[in-house]
């Protein structure tokens, strides 16, 4: 394993490894804390996305780390923002290489380019009393990688979006200062507003009508934003409201609709 420092992170690089969310998550319990530890691996055996999802990667040819953060400056009922901050450091970052008018965050952890997703974010965080506690974040974000398996839907890579390769360690730090920044807006009102705000504008279908999954029925929604606890703020057809959750609705692309 070799070891190195950027700014306030200490850097672990792993040749191989089942999980890297796996791998910090039991450093909790060695370590006083986890902040600012990040471990970076070429390849995960075992790597997961929401709801158990398998997450596939070629050997070396993507980024796959996780990040430990002190994270108990935060209510546990606005854990969301944890999700908010790294996600738009993700679409910070890559809107300095690829076209950022293409770029979105498919709530609530996707980010994607146009169709297609791009990368995706697994959360989980330790709670004390109100608060939260430590949270480990884990990224997935296709880099280089031409190639994907037929069973996954919709992939891309910036390497496919671009045609050319880029260097996955330059990606790497340059999410990590975006988050140091989100992490600073976030101790404040202001930047707590701006954050939300920005979250809003990068929503993928936004303020658009398409349909959607929901109680085992496909109807026509439109996103409207994030509510409380962050939730999916949708509206239908009629002018009624819904808000859901990640597990109560399903978003549909062409190829699956009735």
């Known amino acids: 394993m070799k070891q190195e420092v950027f700014q306030a992170f200490s850097l672990n690089f792993l040749k191989s490894v089942d999980s890297t969310n796996r791998w910090l998550q039991d450093r909790i319990n060695k370590l006083k804390?986890?902040?600012?530890?990040?471990?970076?691996?070429?390849?995960?055996?075992?790597?997961?996305?929401?709801?158990?999802?398998?997450?596939?990667?070629?050997?070396?040819?993507?980024?796959?780390?996780?990040?430990?953060?002190?994270?108990?400056?935060?209510?546990?009922?606005?854990?969301?923002?944890i999700?908010?901050?790294?996600?738009?450091?993700?679409?910070?970052?890559?809107?300095?290489?690829?076209?950022?008018?293409?770029?979105?965050?498919?709530?609530?952890?996707?980010?994607?380019?146009?169709?297609?997703k791009l990368g995706g974010i697994l959360i989980s965080n330790t709670i004390r009393a109100s608060r939260l506690d430590q949270s480990v974040i884990g990224v997935g974000l296709n880099i280089n990688q031409m190639n994907f398996p037929e069973w996954i839907p919709?992939?891309?890579?910036?390497?496919?979006?671009?045609?050319?390769?880029?260097?996955?360690?330059?990606?790497l730090k340059g999410i990590l200062k975006r988050f140091s920044l989100r992490m600073d807006?976030?101790?404040n009102s202001d930047g707590l507003l701006r954050i939300a705000q920005d979250y809003h504008q990068k929503l993928f279908r936004l303020?658009?009508?398409?349909?959607?999954?929901?109680?085992?029925?496909?109807?026509?929604?439109?996103?409207?934003?994030?509510?409380?606890?962050?939730?999916?703020?949708?509206?239908?057809?009629?002018?009624k409201n819904i808000d859901c959750d990640f597990k109560a609705i399903r978003f549909l692309f062409d190829d699956e609709l009735l």
């Open 207 to 239: 303020d658009q009508w398409y349909v959607y999954k929901l109680d085992n029925s496909q109807i026509e929604l439109k996103i409207k934003g994030i509510g409380e606890y962050g939730m999916l703020k949708l509206e239908n057809r009629a002018g």
């Open 154 to 171: 919709r992939p891309v890579s910036m390497g496919l979006i671009c045609n050319q390769k880029f260097d996955s360690l330059d990606i």
């Open 83 to 116: 999700t908010q901050m790294i996600a738009l450091a993700i679409v910070d970052e890559l809107s300095d290489h690829i076209d950022h008018r293409k770029i979105s965050i498919k709530w609530p952890n996707d980010i994607f380019f146009e169709e297609k």
């Open 185 to 187: 807006q976030a101790k």
């Open 33 to 81: 804390t986890i902040a600012n530890q990040v471990v970076c691996a070429e390849y995960q055996s075992g790597g997961r996305g929401m709801d158990g999802n398998q997450w596939h990667s070629e050997r070396g040819q993507n980024l796959l780390f996780s990040l430990g953060m002190d994270a108990s400056f935060i209510l546990a009922s606005e854990q969301f923002l």
